[in-house]
């Protein structure tokens, strides 16, 4: 894995290490996520494009941190108020 995507995992997961697998035949790797006692707490599969694509790489980084936050019940604030506002635009109309 290059190091500067190491160095950006490391930092957007701290207290939690990253781990990437080697590359499988596909291309693919698995990122996982370890806690203080080595336990794996969240691993997902990147495809090739994810990983050479720095752009796709982040946007990947990204969509992990929200789904750990929503698991904790830590909605980022920035998230929670694109959800109210969406909630104030829907109608509910009942037939």
Same mark, same amino acid.
């Given at each position: 894995? $290059?190091?500067? %995507?190491?160095?950006?995992?490391?930092?957007?997961?701290?207290?939690?290490?990253? /781990?990437?697998?080697?590359? /499988?035949?596909? &291309?693919? !790797?698995?990122?996982? #996520?370890?806690?203080?006692?080595?336990?794996?707490? @969240?691993?997902? !599969? #990147?495809?090739?494009?994810?990983?050479?694509? /720095?752009?796709?790489?982040?946007?990947? #980084?990204?969509?992990? /941190?929200? $789904?750990?936050? =929503? +698991?904790? &019940? %830590?909605?980022?604030?920035?998230? +929670?108020? =694109? #959800?109210?506002?969406?909630?104030? =635009?829907?109608? @509910?109309?009942?037939?």
């Amino acid at each position: 894995m $290059e190091l500067t %995507n190491q160095q950006l995992v490391d930092r957007l997961f701290t207290p939690l290490r990253a /781990r990437f697998s080697s590359p /499988r035949p596909d &291309g693919t !790797v698995i990122l996982a #996520l370890l806690d203080e006692s080595d336990s794996t707490v @969240y691993s997902r !599969v #990147l495809a090739k494009p994810q990983i050479d694509d /720095r752009h796709a790489f982040a946007e990947s #980084l990204e969509e992990i /941190r929200l $789904e750990l936050a =929503v +698991r904790s &019940g %830590n909605i980022p604030a920035d998230l +929670r108020k =694109v #959800l109210k506002e969406q909630d104030s =635009v829907l109608s @509910y109309r009942t037939p």
